[in-house]
């Protein structure tokens, strides 16, 4: 966090130096407030602020009145996921009755933007940059019809949003002077375990002006990457530990209850 | 009190977790019943993955059986023949429902299956078990005396060869009536994350034709082995099984089943079973409305 913000304040220093390049477009310096999230026993969630700041070329802001966007996303590892739909059979009970497979479907996709996406970027470019929930390049493994892939990409979009794995929120970035943006993205307990990006991108007049990329880690830590690993590598011992607790549970709640 | 639950993959109450094995371990302490058939569904209502939910309620059960067999070993109460055949069924039972559960998830009909089984052998039980507790309250209000039951196993157990004898539970009986019912149970245990010993003192006493001092504790006993193995195969095979659940729920449900036992000393049985009875009904009424119901999620996500 420390380092971000120094990053932020010695931007127009750094910008200074670095001007022989003769660049015309502007370059963006992005930093998260956390690199590293530990999932622990107490962990119900984290707050990530996004923050940076946009350098100009000749630390001149454009003096044309076209506004300046950003859009920051971050996204959990891909997953090759299943998605049912359930249907009613004869009219009684509801059943899984089709299905249809994403070879990589993002675990987790957040994005915050200055405005409403759809008022900055036209569909291409949304579609080109994987930008908001409907430009999800889900890439279902199966020749389905588009118009049954249209049904499961919105079935999976409204099933992870409710949940609070996808997120859209237009208008969370907040542009400050022009130059310095920041942005708040709130991760459940939910989400898998894995390296996260978050990328932000500069948008000015429908285009994609520039980008930038940072990496977050999120990874169990202590106990709970103990316990998970155990029953990923050692399930034998794991199950023998499950069922010795059990037993030593209730036998302990036994001798104790006899002393009373 | 937010936890952290490693295999699940989410953060829980643990206060609620204990809270609900709490009250299941009443219920437990009370009815002699393990309790798994209330703990799945509750889990699964609180947001648990159905997988994750079954298969860590097993071990639950396994912590309320085993206080139950320390005392009926002490009472004499437990036929360790007939159990060990009951046992040697259910453990061959729980890794052939393992398999019924992996073929079951993959075509993607598990909770479907669950949901199914569970409304017909709750529905089914319930209400004989109501009918039962109620003419036996009516009964004892009239003062009428209950007409001695006839102790007999049921002709197709006769008709099973190589008969043996089985001192405590009074009988002379093939080991093969013991074995597959061990087995009939054991695949329950496994897809439904139940001891089983509702289904099983009901079918040891009528037919098998135990006598009744063995039955509970030899239920007990089984349940015991067989939910030990069916986490052991939910460890190797679904890979589902959350300690940490495992141990909140432990924790009340133990606690509960303690003093849930003082205070059915208190009740008369036949009160009991009825309240059982009706709890069982409702149970598997809320599971049946559940499949009816036009469903939250029409669409689920799985890795694959």
């Known amino acids: 966090m ?40 107490s962990f119900t969630g984290a707050n990530l602020l996004l923050f940076g700041a946009i350098l100009y070329p000749g630390g001149r802001l454009p003096d044309d009145d076209k506004p300046t966007d950003i859009v920051v996303v971050v996204k959990g590892p891909v997953q090759s996921i299943l998605v049912r739909e359930k249907q009613k059979l004869g009219g009684l009970i509801w059943v899984n009755a089709s299905r249809l497979r994403y070879r990589s479907a993002p675990s987790f996709y957040a994005i915050a933007s200055s405005k409403p996406i759809a008022r900055m970027l ?48 237009p208008g969370a970035v907040e542009i400050t002077d022009g130059v310095l943006y920041r942005a708040r993205v709130a991760i459940p307990a939910r989400v898998p375990v894995g390296r996260f990006t978050a990328e932000t991108f500069l948008i000015r007049d429908g285009r994609v002006l520039a980008a930038a990329t940072r990496d977050i880690e999120i990874r169990k830590s202590g106990f709970e990457r103990f316990v998970a690993r155990s029953a990923e590598r050692q399930s034998v011992l794991y199950g023998l530990a499950a069922v010795a607790l059990s037993v030593l549970f209730g036998w302990g709640a036994g001798v104790i209850a006899r002393r009373l | 009190m937010d936890i ?15 809270l609900l094995g709490g009250g299941v371990g009443l219920l437990s302490g009370m009815f002699g019943v393990g309790g798994g058939f209330l703990t799945t569904p509750l889990l699964i209502v609180y947001g648990i993955p159905p997988t994750v939910a079954a298969a860590s309620a097993a071990s639950q059960v396994t912590g309320a059986s085993v206080s139950g067999v320390f005392a009926h070993v002490r009472r004499k109460g437990v036929d360790f023949k007939m159990g060990g ?4 069924g259910g453990l061959v039972g729980a890794v052939f429902g393992g398999w019924i559960f992996r073929l079951l998830q993959a075509s993607g009909q598990i909770d479907t299956v669950i949901a199914i089984v569970y409304v017909l052998l709750l529905g089914s039980i319930g209400s004989m078990m109501a009918t039962e507790a109620w003419g036996a309250i009516r009964r004892m209000r009239s003062g009428e005396a209950p007409k001695p039951r006839k102790r007999r196993h049921h002709p197709l157990v006769a008709s099973l060869p190589m008969r043996t004898r089985f001192y405590r539970s009074g009988l002379y009986i093939s080991p093969f009536a013991p074995l ?30 135990m006598t009744t001092q063995v039955v509970v504790g030899t239920s007990l006993f089984q349940t015991l082995f067989v939910t030990a193995m069916a986490t052991m195969v939910h460890a ?69």
């Open chain 1, 122 to 169: 036209d569909a291409r470019t949304r579609a080109i940059y994987e930008l908001g929930l409907s430009s999800l390049q889900l890439s279902p493994a199966s020749s389905a019809p588009l118009q049954e892939q249209d049904r499961f990409a919105r079935g999976l979009v409204d099933l992870k949003t409710r949940t609070g794995l996808y997120v859209e929120a």
């Open chain 2, 180 to 209: 597959l019912l061990g087995f009939g149970v054991g695949i329950l245990t496994i897809l439904l994350g139940v001891g089983g010993g509702f289904i099983l003192v009901p079918a040891m006493l009528y037919l098998l034709g």
């Open chain 2, 4 to 18: 952290y639950l490693p295999i699940a993959n989410l953060s829980v109450n643990a206060l609620v977790i204990v």
């Open chain 1, 2 to 41: 420390k380092r971000g913000w120094l990053a932020v304040l010695a931007a127009p220093l750094l910008m200074a130096q670095s001007a022989p390049r003769p660049a015309t477009k502007p370059v963006l310096v992005p930093d998260v407030s956390q690199r590293d999230i530990e999932i622990q026993y």
């Open chain 2, 85 to 88: 055949f009951l046992v040697a």
């Open chain 2, 236 to 304: 190797t095979t679904t890979k589902a099984v959350d300690i940490v659940l495992a141990a909140l729920l432990l924790l009340g449900s133990v606690a509960g089943a303690q003093i849930g036992a003082r205070f059915a000393a208190r009740v008369k049985p036949e009160y009991l079973r009825l309240a059982l009875a009706v709890i069982v009904l409702l149970v598997a009424g809320r599971i049946a409305l559940g499949l009816g119901w036009r469903p939250d999620a029409i669409y689920s996500v799985e890795l694959s």
